[in-house]
């Protein structure tokens, strides 16, 4: 970017570029959503920082976590459908080798980040070298995953380890002056835990590795235009490669998140997690065909899909099927809003 | 000398070859392994084809059809990721019709509410509209394919589980279990359906200019459509096609369980049949199709698992074995391995 033109712009002209567009529609869909649940649903508590935190941000994390590796391979016009696979055997990992082999879990962590980062920068190698379309590659990637986790065990193996337990039980608690003038905790009870804190500082580092260097610009130069990036002597391969592995990354914490939340290892955890996070960075505004998206959006889709069942949740009467229905509906909307600004912007492009 | 040379490289060039070649191995594996594989007998009570080699082509009925409007869909350059959230609603409303939610068919029996064509067509009538919904998404509203399809995906499973108010149906229905666990002559009914459908599909492509069409619009949508093709038309044909297919398969699940099965009937199918036509050599950047490359792809997917089974191998590590295989074949159908091939066998012909 031209340091010297970026400085001249005001701070409002460089917010109201049209690149934003997703990012603000994501916003403003998912303040109407949660306007609407504070209207019809604001006397049970919808509007309480618990349901904001814990039923929106927390209970999701992991698919949140997750999302971050994903918004950055879909930006390289890549897709990766092994995540959900991937984090189900770091599950299955940090359980064997606690409850059965006795290791300490942070080394298991340790193994299976190895293994994650390890598949993912073969599936990258794959993808690129091979020519392999990236759907198939990582479909591979997701059946052989799966498969491994199998044969390590069919049962869920419950873990029961001090370390866990610790990081699963760390709580903040949030506290306020009550009506009594003393710092305690609010009400309803509102804390934010390790998954939370992780999800934070997976979009942090996320948006820093996308904004802030050179191979987030890498990424997007890849996103938008494949031959042209070779052309101008990107670095195509390393990033490419390093994408998928950098998502294998994300996928191994989403697993770790994951089993703080249930503690246990599963062979079929988070099936088809994948499309959730997908999902995700898609209404988040990601486009599929590569070269847009940003962190930002991606933390908004998250929090956008989580509000729909609680939504569900607090009105009590809907049959939860119809979270499914409500977030393809939504999914449908995304894309025709993302139509309508690309058709738009060519439109201009072209006067 | 120079002629038979010639002719190799044209045979390693072809994709099927691999896939036909893979499927060969496996088999030989299991021959090796239990000389009985292949017997096929007649069981003397019910007068039925029985044996490993049939059970296969039976069990894999369903993604071989899928996998045919599959192929189409991918020739056009896109996937179709709702046919398995197709195959719940399929099964769902068929059941619902049968078993209408009224104290007084409370119990599952050998009788339908509403008449037998109606709990056939109507199922096939849904997934053939929500076919067209993709169509018109991706032809009118120029989305791409995996994420207009992924709409269904995601809410399919939703609308089957609302038309059946989350219930789960069983039936005893009797004409209905015929599509899935009855018999023409020694002959299992899905393999039947499987064939017709397989010719059907194959007639309606080679003996008419449709298959030109979607391999034109594959290749190039905006040079077929300035040569007089409709491309629209084509994409939403294929598509409704598709999701027909599927409600078709979503029947024979349904009928072999006699129940739908919201949450897991056709769970992974949309995978395993993008899988299948791969397998098959065609491209998933669109252009030119093989459905016979397909029909191997997915018995070879069936044999995997049948194999896993038959020895006694843990029936969910069936996806470890199945990504192996899978990943042999695509590492040999890729561009730069054929190209090593071609160019050796080039070689050996000047040579020769």
Redesign the interface.
């Known amino acids: 970017m031209n340091k010297t033109s970026s400085k001249k712009q005001s701070l409002l002209s460089r917010l109201m570029n049209p690149k934003y567009i997703m990012v603000y529609a994501t916003v403003a869909i998912f303040l109407i959503i949660y306007l609407f649940g504070a209207i019809n649903y604001g006397d049970k508590g919808f509007l309480s920082l618990r349901t904001l935190i814990i039923s929106m941000f927390t209970e999701n994390a992991y698919y949140g976590i997750s999302a971050v590796g994903m918004t950055m391979v879909l930006i390289t016009g890549g ?1 990766d ?1 092994s995540v959900g696979a991937v984090s189900a055997l770091t599950g299955m990992i940090i359980a064997y080798g606690v409850a059965i082999m006795n290791l300490p879990p942070m080394l298991c962590l340790l193994f299976a980040l190895v293994i994650g980062v390890g598949l993912g920068l073969l599936m990258g190698a ?1 993808i690129h ?5 990236p ?3 990582t ?6 995953t ?6 390590m065990s ?1 049962e869920s193996i419950e873990i029961n380890n001090e370390l866990i337990d610790a990081l699963a039980g760390f709580k903040i608690y949030i506290k306020w002056w009550n009506e009594d003038g003393e710092w305690a905790k609010i009400k309803p009870i509102c804390y934010i835990n390790f998954n939370f804190i992780l999800f934070i500082v997976m979009i942090i580092i996320g948006t820093i590795l996308l904004q802030r260097t050179r191979f987030g610009r890498n990424v997007y130069a890849i996103g938008g235009n494949e031959q042209s990036a070779k052309l101008m002597g990107l670095p195509v391969a390393r990033t490419k490669i390093l994408v998928y592995g950098f998502n294998g990354f994300c996928s191994v914490l989403a697993g770790f998140a994951y089993v703080l939340y249930v503690k246990s290892g599963w ?2 955890a988070l ?1 088809g997690g994948e ?1 959730e996070v ?2 995700c960075a ?1 209404i988040g505004g990601t486009l ?2 590569g070269g847009v998206g940003y962190m930002v959006g991606t933390l908004f889709g998250v929090l956008l899909k989580s509000a729909i069942p609680a939504l569900i949740t607090f009105n009590g009467n809907l ?1 939860s ?9 939504l ?2 909307l995304f ?2 809003i993302q ?1 309508v600004v690309v ?1 738009y912007s060519n439109r201009k492009k072209q006067e | 000398m120079k002629k038979k040379a010639i002719d190799f490289s044209v045979i390693t060039r072809s994709k099927i070859t691999w896939a036909v070649v893979a499927e060969i191995l496996i088999l030989l594996v299991c021959f090796i392994i239990r000389p009985d594989f292949f017997s096929i007998s007649i069981q003397p009570s019910t007068g039925v084809l029985y044996g490993s080699l049939i059970d296969i082509l039976n069990r894999s009925a369903e993604i071989t059809i899928i996998a045919m409007g599959m192929t189409l869909a991918i020739a056009l350059g896109g ?1 179709d990721l709702s046919v398995g959230a197709l195959v719940a609603v399929s099964g769902a409303m068929a059941l619902k019709l049968m078993r209408w939610d009224v104290l007084e068919y409370s119990t599952p029996g050998d009788y339908t509410v509403y008449p037998f064509w109606m709990a056939i067509l109507l199922p096939l009538l849904t997934c053939m509209l929500m076919g067209l919904f993709n169509g018109i ?1 991706i032809s009118k ?4 394919p ?3 399809t ?10 089957a ?2 038309l059946t ?2 219930k789960q149906f069983t039936t005893m229905y009797s004409p209905f279990r015929v599509i899935g666990q009855g018999h023409l002559g020694p002959i299992p009914m899905p393999i039947i359906i499987m064939t017709v459908v397989c010719i059907a599909m194959a007639v309606f492509v080679r003996k008419t200019a449709f298959g030109t069409f979607v391999e034109s619009v594959g290749v190039n949508k905006s040079a077929s459509r300035l040569s007089g093709i409709s491309s629209d038309t084509v994409i939403i044909i294929v598509y409704t096609l598709t999701g027909l297919l599927a409600g078709i398969a979503g029947l024979i699940y349904s009928s072999r369980i006699m129940s739908n099965d919201s949450n897991n009937a056709g ?1 992974n199918y949309e ?1 395993d049949a ?2 299948a036509v ?1 397998i098959g050599g065609t491209a ?2 669109g252009g030119k199709f093989s459905l016979i490359g397909t029909i191997i792809g997915s018995i070879i997917i069936r044999t995997i698992v049948t194999f896993v089974y038959y020895f006694g191998i ?1 029936a ?9 295989i ?2 042999v074949v ?2 040999l159908q ?4 054929r190209e090593y091939f071609a160019r050796r066998s080039e070689k050996r012909a000047l040579q020769g």
């Open positions: 897709i459908l794959g070298y091979l020519n392999v379309p759907f198939i590659m479909l591979t990637g997701m059946f052989l799966r498969g491994i986790c199998s044969l069919r062979n079929l099936q499309l997908i999902t898609v599929m065909t049959l099927w119809w979270g499914k229905i409500a977030t393809g509906a999914l449908l894309i025709f139509r058709v | 996937t998404l509203g120029g989305m791409q995996f994420i207009a992924l709409i269904l995906m995601v809410s399919g499973r939703g609308i589980q609302i108010n989350g769970i995978m993008i899988l791969v998933m950047t843990v969910e590590a069936t996806m470890a074995f199945k990504a192996l899978i990943a695509i590492i890729s561009e730069p391995v």
